[in-house]
């Protein structure tokens, strides 16, 4: 009985353990989002994007439906897009861990599902997903 304890015990941590690993590693970021309807019948997105745990450097952003017209950036990011896939990049300002910067979308529709990437200094960190 004893061993059946120490055994379901262990595999229950080992479960959590795994949940929060791969939690952390899925998520490098949070996004969080709001949108203005333009007179022009487009729209503006606004992207809060906070950093959960390592500063982020750059990101990309694909677009499957290529709604975006323009993208717009805080000081020391350069953005670039083709309407489907926007690459964003600085060397200086990084989003830091836990706090945010607001970057903001020109884009034909509101409710395109952005996959996003996000790379430190060097390499990708996480996974690329939809937020």
């Not at 022009?40 to 390592?54: F, M, P, Q, R, S």
Request: hydrophobic share 45%.
């Amino acid at each position: 009985m004893r061993k059946a304890t120490y055994a379901t015990t262990a595999l229950a941590l080992a479960a959590l353990f795994l949940f929060a690993s791969v939690a952390a590693i899925a998520a490098p970021a949070t996004v969080k989002r709001s949108v203005q309807k333009l007179e022009d019948g487009n729209y503006l997105i606004k992207l809060v994007v906070t950093a959960e745990k390592d500063d982020i450097y750059a990101f990309e952003l694909k677009d499957p439906k290529s709604t975006i017209i323009d993208v717009y950036a805080p000081k020391s990011w350069c953005m670039l897009t083709d309407g489907e896939v926007c690459h964003s990049r600085t060397g200086a300002a990084p989003i830091e861990s836990k706090k945010g910067f607001e970057f903001i979308i020109h884009a034909t529709s509101p409710d395109a599902q952005y996959v996003w990437t996000f790379f430190d200094r060097v390499k990708q960190i996480g996974t690329s997903e939809v937020l």
